[in-house]
Nanobody, 116 residues
Framework: QVQLVESGGGLVQPGGSLKLSCAAS????????MSWYRQAPGKERERVAS???????NYADSVKGRFTISRDNDKNTVYLQMNSLKPEDTAVYYC??????????WGKGTLVTVSS
């Protein structure tokens, strides 16, 4: 079965950095696009960044130039490097894959809090 497990969240001061990881299992990881989403309190979930099976990437305008998505197919892991963090980046961050079985799969999320 598809499993996605996020890690790396925590409390960081404005301007700081964090690197999130998502360990994937139960599917042919290297052949799938992967995404990071986030959901802030009282807001809808939004896509932050995506990476294709051939490493093409795209980002939400709000994080362009600050966040970098990457993947390691040997480790079945996708990463999100977050720099120059702002209080408005505070959210639960989720790993996502849309599988060929027609279902969306999500991890349980990792909380990122940006505060002084």
């Amino acid at each position: 079965q598809v499993q996605l497990v996020e890690s790396g969240g925590g409390l960081v001061q404005p301007g700081g950095s964090l690197k999130l990881s998502c360990a994937a299992s139960g599917f042919a990881f290297s052949t799938y696009a992967m995404s990071w989403y986030r959901q802030a309190p009282g807001k809808e979930r939004e896509r932050v960044a995506s990476i294709g099976s051939r490493d093409s990437t795209n980002y939400a305008d709000s994080v362009k130039g600050r966040f970098t998505i990457s993947r390691d197919n040997d480790k079945n892991t996708v990463y999100l490097q977050m720099n120059s963090l702002k209080p408005e980046d505070t959210a639960v961050y989720y790993c996502h894959v849309y599988h060929s079985d027609g279902l969306d799969y999500w991890g349980k999320g990792t909380l990122v809090t940006v505060s002084s």
